[in-house]
Every structure is written in structure tokens, then in C-alpha cells.
């Protein structure tokens, strides 16, 4: 090597040195890590990488092992275009020069403001956005705007629609956002036990609720208790192979594993649905098989009754469902039109269960009585019974039937009662909203010993527009639409009933990694949801959109007003990091 070129790699080398002493080897930022209250720096890149440091190798100083000292000053080169140089004639670093990397700093609320402005403004146009912000770079915007992608897929919020043309995807590049990234695990998704076990029927074309199996849970489990059992006695020597030895059991037996605890999913998926059943009254039955209702149409009668709920009702029992993982269970209390023979439902009233059990539900005495009181105060009458069906299709089962026969008999001596129920976290839904089925028994419209044959009721689910100019004097003080803080205070009730339950409903972890479900092409789409954004968008359905709101004289945000109000109140009372306020 000629002297010129082994003094240009020194002197490149020195001033690798002189970097790396000033960074100390390392270059990593901010990464993704914590929940929604971290803060952002200017220079985060959210790899979450860093580089080790070398080790110092020992050796003779001025010896080709050593570590050559960085220079102590090097006059500053610049070359005829007005650029800085090194003296090995290398353009210079603009990192360089032993400066540290600035320290996080959190945003402040007017950095926040602008931010939102600017994706409203200019979508995913990241320079354009760091100029409307002033304050930050390019790459510290995009680092909070992953994060604030990741916030918004979570509750179940629509991205601006500024950055949704050019994606709909919960990302920086607009494609979709995969739950199990490490970016989406560490800003809040979690994964889901039960999620894999039917995801994969579904998807298929088969059942969402299976039949008899084990979960990869189980099997695990079942591998486990395999492994902890005794090992068996050891096998005779191979030096005297016999087959009466190799016949011969070992003297010490091993013992069985233990029984496999079934997982949440396998408990509560429901049985074969009966093409129908045949009952007595005041019989009550713990079996799980579902029975699919008929239609009156389907035996040549006419419903001997019509109905309209309104959509206060639908909200309070869609909230209430989704707060636990446990059937829930209330009354719907309205009132009856002899005349017309029609029931109407104008409020849910979500009551306490004493059942422990994940498949059953049995209402609180105490709760029922101060529900009871609650009704007569406001002029209502009992009109139906509801209960949900956390994980599958609201199928009534022969349970269900028998209490339902049973509620009859206490109600029905003034006006029909019938039962609904409402299925909150079904994977097999084509959309996020709860799917809600009311029945009531065929009696006396079938034949003889069909008594307890489940009907469909139908009913119609009214507009906030339709209960705000209903005309009855007495329908329209029950149905009129409540101001926003009395139905978020409502609903805040509700919430507060599973505030220290063993059973409450894990809000961020995953429903399922699509949003709808098309059912006959077996496709999917949207964005992956967690429980959280499912609750969302299944009680953001029931509440007045803009054109509805208008039409019932309510604010254009009273829907989300009343939904911020009340997940702000969850967050802070079931003490999670629900990304709210």
C-alpha cells in the first residue's frame, strides 16, 4: 500500500471515531413502546433499533489493532461550492460533530391542534404537514401520526377524511394495519384466545360456533399436563432384546394427565339448533341446543301483535352486552296499544345476573324490584325480558325458551310480553353492529303440544327523528330524545355495573382482524378491530347520524359527544387505557 492512499484511511478512520465517540455507538430514537400518553421527539423514527457498541480491542498504540484517537480539531474545509468537507475530502456529516440528540419533548396542545389541521388539510402529505406544523420535522410528524392511526383503529374512529383518499389502511402508506405488528402490539392491541379457534370456520364458509373440538389453548394445555406427568420406568436394556420383555408393561405406571379445562370459547359456543320442540309449561331446561323461530306467516297465522323500538332502548341493551364477557340480562319497559294491538319499547332497563356462568343469566332479585319501581314512577309496563349471547348467533335456546315461558306467566295477564336477544361479539357478524332477534311462544296459534315453539316478532326500530314528533302526550315524554349528558350518564350506569367484575369485557383486545364480512363471497374488508372499536361502531349505528340529528332538532355531534363522554367515563372507572380524554 503507498503511503498516500494508508494516510487517507486514517484519516477516514479518525473520523469514524470521532462519530462514534460522540454517539457512543448507539443510534436509535424514540421506537414505538408504551400507551397513548408517551410523547414524541423531534427525531424519532419508530424502528425501535439500536446499534451495540464495539468493544474496545486492546493493542499497541500506533499498532493496526488499535483504536486510533480522534482528532482533536480539524480546520473546517470548504470546498468551491460552498460545502463543508472532511479532511479526507468526504462530505461532511450533518450529525456530525459530537452534538447529542436532542430529548423527547412532549407535544404540546396547540402542536396537537395544528397536527390535526394539518392531516384534515393535507392527508398523508408529510412535508406539507411539518410546514403547517412549524415546530416539527417530517419524521416526527409521521412517527405521531403512526401513533395517532393506531389510537383511531383502536376506538373504531373513521380516519380524517383528508388521508383516507389516499388509503384506507390505519397506516402511513394507507395499506392495512396488522394487528399483530409490533407497532400495533405496543400501542395497545392484544390478541384474543378465543379469536383463532372460529375465525377459521368463519372464513371458510362453515360455522362460527363449531361443534366438539379442542383449541390449539387445549391441546397446548393437554401437551403440558403430558409433559408434567411421571415419566414412565425405563425400558429394558437393548442387550437382551426378548419380546416377552418388550411385552412386559413397566413397573412403575405413569399417571394420566389431569382433564384438559375447556376454553371460554368451547364453554360457550352453542349446540345443534332443533328444527323444533316440543314442551311443558313451567318446565325449565338447562340444555343449550338452539332452536331456530318461525315465522306466523310459515303456519298460515298472523302475528297477534306488532312492534316498535325505539332507539334508546336498542342503545342502553347494545352497550350493556358488550360490557361483559357473561350473559347479561334486563327488561325492556314501554307500553301496550290495545287498539292497535301493538307494543312499544321505550326504555332497556340492564339489571344484575347472580349467575356465575358464562351460557346462563338469572336476574338479581334486588335489581329486579328497584326495576320494577323504576317503571311504575315513569308509567311503563314490562313489555320484554332481554339477555345477550356474548360469542354467538341470538338463536333462542331451550334454556332460554323455559325462562321465557315463565316470564309470560308473571306478565302477560294485562299485555304481551316477548324476549329478545342481542349478540355483541359473534365473529360470524357481517358487520360490527350487534345483531338483535326478539321471539315470543306460538301458544294457541299451533298445533297441540307445540306450545313453547319459539315465533319471530317483528318489529320495527324507530329514528331519533320519529321519537322526537311522535304525538301521544304520553309516548312523547318517554320517547322524546334525552340531552346529551342524561344519556351519557345513562350509559355510564351501565358501565359501572361491571367496573370490578371478574368477567368485564377486555375492551382492547381483538374482536377480529377484519371490519365487514361478506358472506357469500367469503371475503372480507375494513380495518381489524378491537372490542373497543366494535362497541364503537356498533353503538355509534344506534345514535342519530347528521341528517337524523337535524331532523330531531338535536346538535349535528350528539352521537359522538355522548360516546366520548361516555368511554372518557369507562376509561377513568375501569381504570384502562382506552386512548380517551
Given at each position: ?233 425405563p425400558a429394558p436394556a437393548p442387550v437382551k432384546p ?274 365487514n364480512l361478506d358472506v357469500a363471497s367469503k371475503s ?58
Open positions: 500500500m503507498d503511503p498516500e492512499t494508508a494516510a487517507l484511511i486514517a484519516a477516514m478512520q479518525a473520523e469514524d471515531a470521532e462519530y462514534a465517540a460522540a454517539y457512543g455507538g448507539g443510534g436509535g430514537g424514540g421506537g414505538y413502546g408504551g400507551g397513548f400518553g408517551d410523547s414524541d421527539s423531534d427525531s424519532s423514527d419508530y424502528s425501535g433499533r439500536s446499534r451495540k457498541k464495539s468493544k474496545k480491542k486492546k493493542g499497541k498504540a500506533g499498532s493496526s489493532s488499535g483504536r486510533r484517537a480522534p482528532a482533536k480539531s480539524t480546520p473546517k474545509i470548504v470546498d468551491e461550492e460552498g460545502v463543508e468537507r472532511t479532511a479526507s475530502g468526504r462530505k461532511k456529516r450533518k450529525d456530525a460533530g459530537g452534538q447529542m440528540r436532542q430529548k423527547p419533548r412532549a407535544w404540546t396542545e396547540e402542536e396537537e391542534k395544528k397536527f390535526l389541521e394539518a392531516l384534515d388539510m393535507y392527508g398523508r402529505d408529510w412535508h406539507k404537514c411539518a410546514e403547517h406544523m412549524q415546530t416539527r420535522e417530517s419524521k416526527a410528524f409521521t412517527s405521531h401520526a403512526q401513533k395517532h392511526f393506531i389510537k383511531l383503529c383502536l376506538q373504531g374512529k373513521p380516519l380524517p377524511a383528508k388521508v383516507a383518499e389516499s388509503g384506507e389502511g390505519y397506516t402511513l402508506s394507507g395499506k392495512p394495519l396488522d394487528p399483530n405488528s409490533a407497532a400495533a402490539l405496543a400501542y395497545g392491541f392484544k390478541p384474543d384466545t378465543q379469536l383463532t379457534e372460529g375465525l377459521a370456520g368463519v372464513l371458510s364458509g362453515g360455522d362460527a360456533n363449531p361443534g366438539e373440538g379442542t383449541s390449539d389453548a387445549a391441546a397446548a394445555a393437554a401437551a403440558a399436563a403430558a409433559a408434567a406427568a411421571p415419566a414412565p420406568a426378548t419380546k416377552e420383555k418388550k411385552r412386559k408393561a413397566p413397573e412403575k405406571q405413569t399417571a394420566p394427565p389431569e382433564p384438559v379445562e375447556p376454553t371460554e370459547y368451547a364453554k360457550n359456543r352453542p349446540k345443534r339448533e332443533n328444527a323444533g320442540r316440543k314442551g311443558y309449561e313451567n318446565m325449565t331446561s338447562e340444555s343449550l341446543d338452539l332452536t331456530r323461530p318461525r315465522t306466523f306467516a310459515s303456519i298460515g297465522k298472523k302475528a297477534p301483535y306488532t312492534v316498535r323500538i325505539s332507539p334508546r332502548a336498542l342503545l342502553t341493551m347494545d352497550a350493556h352486552a358488550h360490557c361483559c364477557t357473561n350473559e347479561v340480562i334486563g327488561y325492556l319497559g314501554g307500553m301496550w296499544d290495545d287498539e292497535n294491538k301493538e307494543l312499544i319499547v321505550a326504555r332497556a332497563f340492564p339489571a344484575k345476573s347472580i349467575s356465575d356462568a358464562g351460557t346462563s343469566c338469572e336476574m338479581d332479585p334486588e335489581s329486579e324490584v328497584a326495576i320494577k319501581e323504576a317503571m311504575e314512577e315513569l308509567g311503563l309496563c314490562v313489555v320484554a325480558w332481554y339477555h345477550s349471547h356474548p360469542i354467538f348467533k341470538p338463536i333462542p335456546s331451550s334454556k332460554d325458551i323455559d325462562n321465557h315461558n315463565n316470564i309470560e306467566n308473571l306478565f302477560s295477564d294485562e299485555n304481551p310480553v316477548f324476549a329478545t336477544i342481542v349478540s355483541p361479539y359473534d365473529i360470524s357478524l357481517e358487520a360490527p353492529t350487534s345483531a338483535v332477534n326478539h321471539f315470543c311462544l306460538g301458544k294457541n296459534v299451533s298445533k297441540a303440544g307445540d306450545g313453547q315453539m319459539p315465533m319471530v316478532v317483528e318489529s320495527t326500530e324507530m329514528s331519533w327523528a320519529d321519537c322526537a314528533n311522535v304525538k301521544p302526550a304520553g309516548q312523547a315524554a318517554m320517547l322524546g330524545p334525552p340531552s346529551i349528558e342524561e344519556l351519557a350518564e345513562e350509559l355510564a350506569a351501565v358501565s359501572d355495573m361491571y367496573v370490578s367484575h371478574p368477567r368485564r369485557a377486555r375492551l382492547l383486545e381483538m374482536w377480529r382482524p377484519f371490519c372480507t374488508s375494513g380495518p381489524p378491530l378491537t372490542k373497543l372499536g366494535k362497541m364503537r361502531r356498533s353503538l355509534a349505528a344506534r345514535l342519530p347520524d347528521a341528517e337524523d340529528a337535524k331532523a330531531a332538532n338535536l346538535d349535528a355531534k350528539y352521537g359522538d359527544e355522548v360516546l366520548e363522554t361516555m368511554f372518557a367515563h369507562m376509561q377513568k372507572t375501569w381504570k384502562e387505557d382506552l386512548g380517551y380524554a
